[in-house]
């Protein structure tokens, strides 16, 4: 009995790897029961055609290429390269710059407008302070405008001190952009 069962399996997996491995059969579409149209792909043949594809857009991903494809979503991103378009009011950076003069400089990026300065007394004032300025749109107003201001000791500047800064930053690049249009 043992014996029986025993050629029963090997028969069984003998004729089940044989079938195997001549990779035809009903699925594949090669049985010859149902021919294939010429000039139709089979899926064995489109599924290799995926793999090789995926394999093409991740090594162009991978080496830093974009894909040449677009469509209509494209218009609504913004895909432009950050370290090619510069977005910052040059009057407003400069101006930056000169009113804080009396604080260190330890960070500039005029790509992202931002500007982080180290701890300074200003002139005839008492209390150290530590800057970071943003400028966040091309446009000299206002809105193009933020400074965060902050004590050694990390207490609150008063609102009104910001605002003074803010507005004497814009003034003077108000200022910067009358005389550049004077020249």
Not at 11 to 20: D, K, N
Not at 34 to 44: A, K, L, V, Y
Request: hydrophobic share 40%; with cysteine.
């Amino acid at each position: 009995m043992f014996f029986h069962r025993l050629a029963r399996v090997v028969i069984f997996s003998g004729l089940v790897g044989g079938l195997a491995a001549c990779g035809g059969g009903f699925a594949s579409g090669d049985s010859g029961l149902f021919r294939r149209t010429p000039g139709i792909p089979s899926e064995r043949q489109l599924d290799q055609k995926a793999r090789a594809d995926a394999q093409r857009a991740a090594l162009a991903r991978s080496a830093g290429e974009e894909e040449q494809g677009s469509t209509i979503w494209d218009l609504f991103g913004n895909r432009d390269d950050p370290n090619t378009t510069v977005e910052v009011n040059k009057y407003l950076w400069q101006a930056s710059l000169e009113i804080l003069n009396f604080l260190p400089v330890e960070s500039v990026d005029p790509f992202t407008g931002v500007i982080s300065t180290g701890y300074g007394t200003p002139p005839g004032g008492g209390r150290a302070y530590r800057a970071t300025v943003y400028v966040q749109d091309p446009a000299l107003d206002a809105r193009s405008l933020r400074v965060a201001l902050q004590t050694r000791g990390g207490g609150a500047v008063a609102t009104e001190t910001a605002r003074s800064i803010e507005d004497a930053i814009l003034t003077r690049a108000r200022q910067l952009r009358i005389r550049d249009s004077k020249l």
